[in-house]
């Protein structure tokens, strides 16, 4: 199967290519946003038709929450209209597109995980053009519309980590002082279980449509933070700040956990979100863990 990934140079975009390319029966070519960028339609249609790839997987994406407040142009752009150019682009192809959006398109004031059929309620600039890109990745009959959430991990050869949960391990790590919320429940995402389920959707073809794509189970962020330090054997500094708190430019949804209770329908088992977090620290920083594995 050739495979597109566009957006290869991000953690997800490595992540994917690791895992297509360690099974022989896929053919992977990586497009960074120096190879195509995806916000020139012409561009797009160019390549895709140069390539003719079976499957195109977008792992590209404006992801700066509260910068898109004030650059909602470029959001759009990125999120939203650069995915309809590539549906157009699969659909011509007769080609699966594979896209990830987030939790964030919903508003955050459930009390329980959200389920595939609920209607998103967006709350921000960043939120609505995600919300959009959904839109436009289903207009293609053979598509897998993925939500992610929280993403975190290392890939050999990918970019460094970032996001909050590196932020949370950078100042354990130093022994600063680490600000995390009390009061927002989400569901982390390592991005090496978020590539082991594309491929498997694909692979099985199973139905095409919209999946959660998250790790097991849910957390506030202050527990994340103390799974994290009981880990790598450290003591940590934490300050439990409350989302009411904090003035941030975009609002956040604040129960933001998603059930992925769709793909164990399909007998896809998400490892939980505490098995992720311990493998992802073993590969990135090789440290004895608490539980004695490396």
């Known amino acids: ?3 597109a990934v566009v957006g290869a140079r991000g953690q997800l975009g490595a992540a994917i290519i690791q895992e297509f390319r360690s099974h022989a029966n896929h053919s992977v070519v990586p497009l960074d946003r120096a190879a195509l960028d995806i916000t020139q339609p012409a561009a797009v249609e160019r ?3 140069e390539l003719v790839p079976e499957v195109i997987i977008n792992c590209a994406g404006y992801n700066a929450v509260d910068a898109a407040e004030d ?3 470029e ?3 990125a999120n939203s209209l650069a995915v309809r150019t590539l549906a157009r682009a699969a659909r011509t192809l007769d080609a699966v597109l594979v896209h990830y959006s987030s939790d964030f398109v919903f508003d955050g004031k459930m009390d329980r995980p959200h389920t595939e059929d609920e209607t998103p309620n967006p709350q921000s600039t960043y ?8 839109w436009f990745a289903a207009d293609v009959r053979r598509s897998y519309v993925l939500r992610v959430e929280s993403l ?3 890939v050999t050869g990918g970019p460094p980590p970032k996001g909050s949960v590196a932020g949370i391990v950078k100042g354990l790590r130093s022994g600063s002082v680490v600000k995390v919320f009390e009061d927002r429940t989400v569901s982390p995402t390592y991005v090496c279980d978020a ?3 594309t491929r498997r959707l694909l692979d099985e073809r199973a139905p095409f449509g919209l999946y959660h794509s998250v790790n097991s189970g849910f957390c506030t962020w202050l527990q994340f933070a103390y799974e994290a330090a009981r880990l790598l054997h450290i003591e940590p500094r934490l300050e439990a700040v409350r989302v009411a708190d904090v003035q941030l430019k975009a609002a956040r949804p604040q129960y933001c956990a998603l059930s992925n209770e769709k793909l164990r329908s399909l007998g896809i088992l998400m490892p939980t979100w505490q098995d992720a977090l311990a493998r992802s620290l073993r590969d990135d920083v090789g440290y ?4 004695g594995q490396r």
């Open 1 to 3: 199967m050739k495979v």
């Open 47 to 49: 390549a895709m038709s």
């Open 71 to 73: 650059h909602p142009v």
């Open 75 to 77: 959001a759009l752009e």
């Open 127 to 134: 939120a609505a053009s995600k919300m959009l890109g959904e």
């Open 152 to 154: 975190f991990g290392f």
């Open 195 to 197: 590539a082991v389920v």
């Open 288 to 291: 004895e863990l608490a539980d």
